[in-house]
C-alpha cells in the first residue's frame, strides 16, 4: 500500500516561494506508469492539477503555473517536492501529492496525500 | 474543459443520483470520477469511464464515451453524501470538472 505525507511550512509570504515535498512509502518512486503529481485546491473551489515529475525527472506543468514552478524528485530520498516562486494569496489553497498511474491502458489518480493547506498572507 | 451538473444535488437515502460531466471535445474513455469529503483528499471511484477501483461499492458506476459521461450512485447510502469530480484523462493538463456536491 502507497503512502504519501506531504510536509512544509503552512504560511508563506506574498513573493516568496512557496516550497513543498511529498514522501512517498510503502513503494518506490522509480514504479513504472507512476506519474508524481501535485494537485490544488483553493478554499471552496474545485481541483487543480498542478504537474507532475517521473523518476528519471522528466517533467509536464501547468501552463498557467509553468514560469513559476519548478517539480525536482530525490530517487535515495523516496521524496519529490514542489516549489512555486513569487506567490500571492491566490496561491492559498490545499495542496496534495498523489499518483497518477498508468495501468493496462488507462490512467488514474490512486493515491493521495492527506493535503496541506498552505496560506499566503504577510 | 469539464462540465458537471448538476453542482449541488439533494438527496434521500436510497435514492438513485445521477450526475454528468459533458468534456470540451472527444476524449473516448479516459475519464475518472472521484469522491471528496470535507477536509479529506479525493478518492477513486471510476476509471476508464465505466471500470470500478478496486474496492468501490458496486452501487456505483460510470457510463459513456466521447464527450459525455454520468456517474451513478444506485441506491444512496449514508456515507455517499460527499462531493464527486469527474476528471480527463487523456492529455495534460489533467482538468477536472467544478464538482458536484451530494447532500442530504
Known amino acids: 500500500q502507497v503512502h504519501l505525507q506531504e510536509s512544509g511550512p503552512g504560511l508563506v509570504r506574498p513573493s516568496q516561494t512557496l516550497s513543498l515535498t511529498c514522501n512517498v512509502s510503502?513503494?518506490?518512486?522509480?514504479?513504472?506508469?507512476?506519474?508524481w503529481t501535485w494537485i490544488r485546491q483553493r478554499p471552496g473551489k474545485g481541483l487543480e492539477w498542478i504537474g507532475y515529475?517521473?523518476?528519471?525527472?522528466?517533467?509536464h506543468y501547468n501552463p498557467s503555473l509553468k514560469s513559476r514552478l519548478a517539480i525536482s524528485v530525490d530517487t535515495s530520498k523516496n521524496v519529490f517536492s514542489l516549489s512555486l516562486s513569487s506567490v500571492t494569496a491566490e496561491d492559498t489553497a490545499v495542496y496534495y501529492c498523489?499518483?497518477?498511474?498508468?495501468?493496462?491502458?488507462?490512467?488514474?489518480?490512486?493515491?493521495w496525500g492527506q493535503g496541506i493547506m498552505v496560506t499566503v498572507s504577510s | 474543459q469539464l462540465t458537471q451538473s448538476p453542482s449541488s444535488l439533494a438527496a434521500s437515502v436510497g435514492d438513485r443520483v445521477t450526475i454528468t460531466c459533458r468534456a470540451s471535445h472527444d476524449i473516448s474513455t479516459f475519464l475518472g470520477w472521484y469522491q471528496q469529503k470535507p477536509g479529506k483528499a479525493p478518492k477513486i471511484l471510476i476509471y476508464?469511464?465505466?471500470t470500478l477501483h478496486s474496492g468501490v461499492p458496486s452501487r456505483f458506476s460510470g457510463s459513456g464515451s466521447g464527450t459525455d459521461f454520468t456517474l451513478t450512485i444506485s441506491s444512496l447510502q449514508p456515507e455517499d453524501f460527499a462531493t464527486y469530480f469527474c476528471q480527463q484523462l487523456n492529455t495534460y493538463p489533467r482538468i477536472f470538472g467544478q464538482g458536484t456536491k451530494v447532500e442530504i
Open positions: 515529475i517521473y523518476h528519471n525527472g522528466n517533467t
Open positions: 476508464a469511464a465505466s
Open positions: 498523489a499518483r497518477d498511474t498508468y495501468n493496462n491502458g488507462w490512467y488514474y489518480f490512486d493515491y
Open positions: 510503502g513503494g518506490s518512486i522509480y514504479s513504472g506508469g507512476s506519474y
